[in-house]
């Protein structure tokens, strides 16, 4: 075992933890849930994306992941056990429009925080990988030792990054858990956090904002090789995400071993099925318009999570999707 882990076991069982991205979504919620478990935090990020509100005051560093100085320059003044590095750009659209921002940010941005942690001593990380990595699965649900293959830059980005944690792990003992997380949706009811992307482009909010505007929620084909037509996709409460986190940070602490995670309920929904939750949630029709699908959408996406519980004992406790409905309703109405 090595000695930083030895240091974090033999303290109170908390470290202080960077959390890269920590104004996400995603970031958010971990943060809050790191707090609630003992661990201390402070968060990296740009805000270009992220919402100020959803870090405690004193806690972030406002800092752009492509500005390698101003990096490493916080990770000189804070003595970090381990990071969790969220920060990156996710819109798949986007990505096929400017593949270049992706790589950038995705990539070079990460290369910056690694290099950093290298010069500081921090060897221990876990990233937001995604199920975008593996492209159009041959099968489902997915487990992790199906090959990447991914279909758009955003994805790419994502396997180059898990590529490169592969090197660092071989030849620098630079220790990662990868999480390839599916559809993260909900909203932790106690922490007044939410999901707030702008532009949005996640189907939940989507369909909740459709029902507060009345504006109609478009959804991408209805004859797909599914039982009701529509896209099949595996929504993950964010809390149950936020704790996969948890357990994975806390695993590399106690000097565990680098690997690789998905993160999903197990079970997959139907555009048509979240759509019926929404409406029985909010007592209301969710206008929409059917389309054509939308290239490079796979019919099912839902994850094989069996490892993660079996190694790390993680489970999902919030999988029903009128509850995450539910949640993420309570955090929409708020405006
Ligand atoms: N939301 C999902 O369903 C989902 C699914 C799979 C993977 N992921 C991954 O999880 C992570 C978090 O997702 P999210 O939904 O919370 O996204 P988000 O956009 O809400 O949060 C990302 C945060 O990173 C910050 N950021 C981006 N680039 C930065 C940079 N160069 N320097 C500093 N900060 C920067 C943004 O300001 C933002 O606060 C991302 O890496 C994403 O690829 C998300």
Redesign the pocket.
Known sequence: MRARSYRWLHSKGVAKILV?????????HTRYFLEKSGHTTVV????????ARAVPAGMLRQ????DAAKVRQVLQEEKFDAVIH?????SVGESTERPELYFI??VS?SLNLFDAMLKTGVKSLVF?????AYGIPTKVPITEDLPFAPINP?GES?VMVEKILGWLDRFREFRSVRL??????GAEPASGLG?R?DPET?LIPLVLRAVQTGNPVKVFGDDYPTPDGTCIRDYIHVSDLAEAHIVAVEHLLKGGVSDVFNVGTGSGCSVKEVLSAVEQVTGKMVPRTIGPRREGDPPSLVADSTKLQKTLGWKPKRAELHGIVRDAWEFAQKG
């Open positions: 890269t991205g920590g104004a996400g979504y995603i970031g958010s990296l990020d740009s805000l270009e994306r992220g919402d800092v752009d992941l492509r969220f920060a990156a750009y996710m940010n995705n941005g937001s990988s995604t199920a975008a955003y994502k390839r997380y599916f559809n993260a949706c999901e992307h996640h």
